[in-house]
T-cell receptor, first 117, second 110 residues
Framework: GAVVSQHPSRVICKSGTSVKIECRSL??????MFWYRQFPKQSLMLMAT?????????EQGVEKDKFLINHASLTLSTLTVTSAHPEDSSFYIC?????????????FGPGTRLTVT | GNSVTQMEGPVTLSEEAFLTINCTYT??????LFWYVQYPGEGLQLLLK?????DKGSNKGFEATYRKETTSFHLEKGSVQVSDSAVYFC?????????FGRGTSLIVHP
């Protein structure tokens, strides 16, 4: 099956620094990539949707200047948390979508645990 | 708008017990319906799906039937195992953006 990887799986950074998380579709080209944030014992919150080569579409309430998304190719999207603060600590999950036989299939990465100290 | 409502967890069962996790949805039209499973510290994995009314999705002993009349997609398994302990998410989708429920934690004891 299709595989989506994320790197790093865990990261600890100091307050005020920036952190970049990579999301790659390993064996397919993704039409669209999504970034989610998950708080403990809660559902996934969609942060933004991005298509290759175009600007990401951010959900209401998500600061686009804080969460920079770059979708440089059909297999790579990056999320950069700029000037991170402890409240940005969370589990970030990406997913990649591909159209297959008229329907969209969505594949999720394993997630990245960000801890800001 | 679209929404998904799942039963509150955690659901705690003994091994080999019968499992039901309720899921109902609100949507205009006819979305595709999904169940995803998330094991501790991992991302989501698609468990099963159904794309139209009366379809039954099944995988690894889990089943769910798309019920248009009751707008439901309840997840069932006849005999759970300890390894089924995880968080289960119900979701609906139009086009390519899904809407997730809050998730239901399942804990299975030996």
């Amino acid at each position: 099956g299709a595989v989506v990887s994320q790197h790093p799986s865990r990261v600890i950074c100091k307050s005020g620094t920036s952190v970049k998380i990579e999301c790659r579709s390993l064996d397919f080209q993704a039409t669209t990539m999504f970034w989610y944030r998950q708080f403990p014992k809660q559902s996934l919150m969609l942060m933004a949707t991005s298509n290759e080569g175009s600007k990401a579409t951010y959900e209401q309430g998500v600061e686009k200047d804080k969460f920079l998304i770059n979708h440089a190719s059909l297999t790579l999207s990056t999320l950069t948390v700029t000037s991170a603060h402890p409240e940005d600590s969370s589990f970030y999950i990406c997913s990649a979508s591909v159209r297959d036989r008229g329907d969209y299939e969505q594949y999720f990465g394993p997630g990245t645990r960000l801890t800001v100290t | 708008g679209n929404s998904v409502t799942q039963m509150e967890g955690p659901v705690t069962l003994s091994e080999e017990a019968f499992l039901t996790i309720n899921c109902t949805y609100t949507a205009t039209g006819y979305p595709s319906l999904f169940w995803y499973v998330q094991y501790p510290g991992e991302g989501l994995q698609l468990l099963l799906k159904a794309t139209k009314a009366d379809d039954k999705g099944s995988n690894k002993g889990f089943e769910a039937t798309y019920r248009k009349e009751t707008t439901s997609f309840h997840l069932e398994k006849g005999s759970v195992q300890v390894s089924d302990s995880a968080v289960y998410f119900c979701a609906l989708r139009y086009s390519y953006i899904p809407t997730f429920g809050r998730g239901t934690s399942l804990i299975v004891h030996p």
